[in-house]
């Protein structure tokens, strides 16, 4: 299945919306976002993976003010993986609330559904060093 100029601006903005819901606080929402059994992987940060829509909106209450107040999206790029699914890789920024930010990958798994599209797994990774930990460059170059 080749991706659809349209395809790609609903996967965007289904992504972009994560953010907008969480940031609200609006996660009875999140079934918008996706799929009722998705996997959300935040072990890069020590936690358990998620699994449910319901439980990844109570792993977000657990955190309470630990969440950023500001979840931004950005550098989105998406791949055909056959069988109405699409690979997404995108970049989140995340401003805490006093004023810290962070960065991350998210790696995404999207379907399409009755409801059109959603994301069915996500994992989050963290980037705590510059070049992904490449900070030498190779012998050669």
Not at 4 to 16: F, M, N, P, Q, V
Request: glycine share 12%; aromatic share 4%; net charge negative.
């Amino acid at each position: 299945m080749a991706i659809t100029a349209e395809d790609r601006a609903a996967i965007t903005e289904l992504i972009a919306q994560h953010g907008h819901l969480c940031d609200s606080g609006e996660l009875g929402r999140l079934d918008e976002v996706f799929t009722a059994d998705v996997e959300y992987d935040l072990s890069d940060f020590g936690l358990r993976p998620a699994h449910g829509v319901q439980a990844v909106a109570a792993a977000a209450y657990a955190l309470g003010a630990l969440n950023p107040v500001g979840h931004h999206v950005t550098n989105v790029v998406l791949a055909d993986a056959g069988d109405d699914r699409v690979r997404g890789r995108s970049k989140g920024i995340g401003v805490s609330s006093d004023g810290s930010c962070g960065s991350v990958t998210y790696e995404d798994t999207i379907v399409r559904h009755g409801q059109g599209w959603r994301i069915s797994r996500r994992k989050v990774l963290a980037h705590r060093v510059p070049l992904g930990g490449a900070l030498s460059q190779p012998a050669g170059h």
